[in-house]
């Protein structure tokens, strides 16, 4: 695959999605790529990638357009549209993008009185579908600092939506307070800093991403609240062959008003635990994961992760989730380091299987 790209710098190429994410089933959809290059910087890239062996050198050109569609078993379905452009030598990097879908979900909520933490029989967790069909668009711009792999920003987001649930209570309870449709703007600041040896499947190196949104109604939101995301990633040869790796994950969620949207709060993300099975305005996540290089192409890997999800004042979501499991990558595009497999995970609540391309976590 990889030797079919760099010999033939058409400037296109398709892309499988594959979901298999527990909270919304098993499904797929396609994506394209489209390359934007003058001819001579296809020629540039041709000769960069014919020459490289690891995925190390720099093989994605300036711009980029994506655009796709995917559906999944349970009536969830999205398509989307996106461009990502680059100057001055990536001194300048700006990302912005656009989608519509309907996502179908379980929300989780725990009945635990205030300030009691377990108290039967009232420490019960009450589990409620929901749908959400909405509009979503997003922009970024970047700055790179000197030389660095320090980049600073700024970010846009906005959206639409409407939501219901399979109980006539609850979406009662919607109407009478935050209403069933929501608007969503706001405006922040981001730090990226990435020292990793390959975008797609690194082996050393680190990352670093921090991100500060605000969401005031003079943006024109619907909710005040302010959301602070910070994510890492390091990847730590310890032995030949032996990759020893660590993520983290902490989201501080901010609002004055008592009742908001349910999907609007973090969440644990674990391999082996449902979207949104664990949500509050604070989450907390650790992972590492221990990868086998059985040669060139092929590699096995083990992996924990724990996690919890806190709400202010409160002692319910205090329990600590985890998840484990084991996988395997294949290497599909050596020049691009590009790699697909497998993961089979386990938790408390549930089992999953999830299938990675170009994925180190």
Partial sequence: ??????????????????????????????????????????????????????????????????????????????????????????????????????????????????????????????????????????????????????????????????????SSLINYLLEQTIGTETVTSGLGLLLDYDTRNNYFYPSAGYKVNAEYMVYDEALGSDHDYTNFNLEGEVYIPVADHWTLGFAGNYQKFNSDDVVVQPTLKPYVELRGISAYRYQGDEVQVVQTQLTYDIDSRWKVSGFYGIGRALDDGEQNHDELASGYGAGFRYQIARRYGLHIGADIAKSKEESAFYISIGSGF
């Fill in 1 to 166: 695959m990889g030797h079919h790209i760099a010999e033939n710098a058409t400037g296109f190429l398709p892309i499988p999605i594959l979901i298999t994410e527990p909270a919304v089933g098993y499904g797929g959809g396609i994506a394209g790529l489209f390359l934007h290059e003058t001819d001579e910087e296809k020629k540039i890239r041709k000769e960069a990638a014919l020459k490289a062996v690891d995925g190390g050198a720099r093989l994605m050109p300036a711009a980029i357009t994506v655009a796709g569609a995917a559906g999944t078993e349970n009536g969830t379905w999205f398509a989307f549209a996106g461009h990502q452009h680059s100057w001055l030598k990536d001194k300048i990097r700006y990302m912005g993008g656009a989608g519509v879908g309907v996502a179908n979900l379980d929300i989780y909520k725990s009945l635990t009185l205030p300030g009691f933490g377990g108290f039967e029989p009232i420490d019960k967790t009450l589990a409620f579908g929901t749908k959400t069909e909405g509009a979503v668009m997003m922009q970024q711009l970047q700055f790179r600092v000197g030389s660095t792999p320090l980049m600073l920003g700024v970010k846009q987001t906005a959206s639409i939506s409407t939501i219901e649930t399979e």
